[in-house]
């Protein structure tokens, strides 16, 4: 169930409840991406019918430093900031990035199945941890985050 919160408004009126949830259709479209370019880029993925969600507290405190959102075969989670911001239209093309990238990793674990999927991402890690590179570094360089980045640049009209 969709947790709601109800703000005065300037008069001093409530204002209608806000869910903690959008699709991502609906925050691709706020940022006027195309869905068809993103259909053309992860043909598994129907953002209508993907779930962005806030994560609750005890989720986010499991995450990295830095993280801002994280998906799943069927919904992606985001921090609260990520939320607020869209909501009030602020940096509507960052949030809209970022949902393409969380997209194509929801794309990701659809086409390699859960055990693949982490066994590519968690395997890359570690072999460039092992490697001597950062966390940063090694996060940067697992394929699957790559393809993600690459994603997001393609829907944003660049090259990968």
Request: glycine residues 8%; charged residues 25%; aromatic residues 8%.
């Amino acid at each position: 169930m969709a947790r709601c919160t109800t703000k005065p408004s300037a008069v001093g009126t409530l204002t209608p409840p806000m869910p903690d949830r959008v699709t991502a259709l609906e925050m691709l479209t706020g940022a006027g991406i195309d869905p068809d370019v993103v259909a053309g880029i992860m043909p598994h993925v129907d953002p209508a019918a993907i779930p962005v969600k806030v994560a609750n507290r005890w989720f986010r405190q499991v995450w990295f430093k830095g993280v801002i959102g994280m998906a799943f075969p069927k919904s992606i989670y985001v921090q609260p900031s990520v939320m607020d911001h869209y909501r009030a239209g602020v940096d509507l093309d960052r949030w809209a990035r970022l949902i393409v990238h969380e997209l194509m990793h929801v794309e990701q674990w659809r086409r390699l199945g859960v055990t693949r999927h982490l066994a590519q991402y968690l395997g890359d890690y570690f072999r460039n941890r092992l490697r001597g590179h950062s966390h940063r570094d090694a996060y940067e360089a697992i394929r699957l985050e790559v393809e993600a980045r690459d994603a997001a640049r393609i829907a944003f009209g660049g090259s990968p």
